[in-house]
């Protein structure tokens, strides 16, 4: 088995650490140690293994959130990508086929891809305000789809599925036999304040993938799960086994201390996007006068928006020469396999963002100025 390249990931990682201006994160600035803790002591946390599915008052409290699901109805893993990666492997064998939403974080993708199973897209429609297209999706499944993989809300458009889109999607899984899986790792983070619906208890044949990163401001800990069948749970487990074993006891602990405080931790995610967002509003009505117009649709969760510039130029030439120049990182649209648009993540401190907006301003100036003197 042979991985293509996570080609984002890799990015982020070799340069986020680099640069002077970073709008490339997907989450809201995180919390710290002292915050998350408050007064509770850790000194008596025992550094000892922790249970390889989890611990029992960990996976109690996961459980609460999905109601109906039972503890040994989940699997604690390290992170939400543990959670993906383990779904994909458990249940593909090559030359199976995914049907998998567009534009998506591209880790279940690429895995799954690598796992030598077919994927094929069924897209979010930029121009219908990234609404599904269900009728792309009736006609991608086929005997041979074993998955139909979900991100929602949506990475990277902040897009989030109503009520009768997930149900029509729940009769397409049904219909197929398809394991279905949900990456809800952004639910929580809604814009309004009130919590999408959950593909939790609409069908039985799921994997709900989700965890502490992004709603929660905790990409730190590592701590994601995956809520599933009984049978499947156990499945997962032992391959994780064989994967990174068990969950560092600290971060067991802290998940638990964070999932007791998740309304306080919610309301402090959606208070910073609440503050943020409307700079990201202000800065694309900003270039109304431009010579390169932006639009977006509105982000209804998490602290990312897809904003498409009005320029022929390469997404990835654009952050290249924001990297080099400016010393700015931002996420490309050719890292959802896609172009003409930046991921611009407004989760960072407020200076950083507006600083970072401006700079983009300036370069796509620049662009656009070339561009005219070359014609
Ligand atoms: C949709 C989605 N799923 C999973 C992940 C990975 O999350 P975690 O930090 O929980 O592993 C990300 C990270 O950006 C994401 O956007």
Redesign the pocket.
């Given at each position: 088995m042979k991985f293509e390249p996570f080609v984002m990931e890799r990015c982020l990682c070799r340069w986020e650490n680099t640069v002077d201006w970073n709008i490339s994160e997907?989450g809201v600035h995180p919390m710290t140690l002292a915050e998350l803790a408050g007064d509770v002591d850790l000194g008596d946390t025992l550094l000892g293994y922790t249970q390889s599915n989890g611990t029992i008052p960990l996976r109690e409290r996961i459980a609460a959130l999905y109601p109906g699901s039972t503890v040994d109805q989940i699997l604690v893993t390290t992170?939400?990508?543990e959670a993906?990666f383990l779904s994909a492997l458990t249940t593909l064998s090559p030359g199976d086929e995914v049907v998998a939403m567009v534009p998506n974080?591209m880790?279940l993708i690429g895995a799954c891809r690598s796992l030598g199973a077919r994927v094929i897209p069924f897209p979010l429609v930029e121009a219908d305000g990234w609404r599904p297209d269900l009728d792309a999706l009736e006609a991608a499944v086929s005997p041979r789809t074993r998955m139909i993989a979900i991100?929602n809300p949506n990475?990277p458009s902040g897009a989030v599925l109503t009520e009768d889109e997930m149900n029509r999607i729940v009769e397409v899984a049904e219909r197929s036999g398809a394991w279905l899986l949900s990456?809800e790792?952004?639910r929580g983070a809604e814009v309004s304040g009130e919590e999408c619906p959950t593909f939790w208890g609409r069908t039985s044949k799921i994997l709900l993938n989700a965890?502490l990163?992004?709603a929660f401001g905790l990409?730190g800990l590592r701590v994601?799960w995956t809520v599933t069948t009984e049978a499947k749970a156990t499945e997962l487990w032992g391959h994780r086994d064989y994967s990174s074993l068990a969950l560092s006891a600290m971060s067991d602990r802290l998940a638990q201390i964070a999932l007791d405080k998740r309304p306080q931790i919610l309301e402090r995610t959606r208070s910073i996007i609440r503050r943020q967002l409307p700079i990201v509003e202000r800065w694309i009505a900003s270039h109304a006068g431009h010579p390169v117009r932006l639009r977006w649709t509105r982000p209804l969760a998490g602290a990312i928006a897809a904003v498409r510039y009005d320029h022929p130029i390469r997404s990835e030439d654009l952050i290249e020469r924001l990297r080099i120049e400016r010393s700015l990182l931002v996420v490309p649209a050719q890292h959802f396999e896609m172009d003409g648009f930046l991921r611009i993540g407004f989760g960072a401190e407020p200076h950083v963002l507006e600083t970072a907006l401006s700079i983009i301003s300036e370069t796509l100036a620049e662009v656009a100025q070339e561009t005219a003197v070359a014609a």
């Open positions: 997907s992170g939400t990508a993906n974080y880790q991100c990475n990456d790792v952004y965890g990163s992004k990409p994601g």
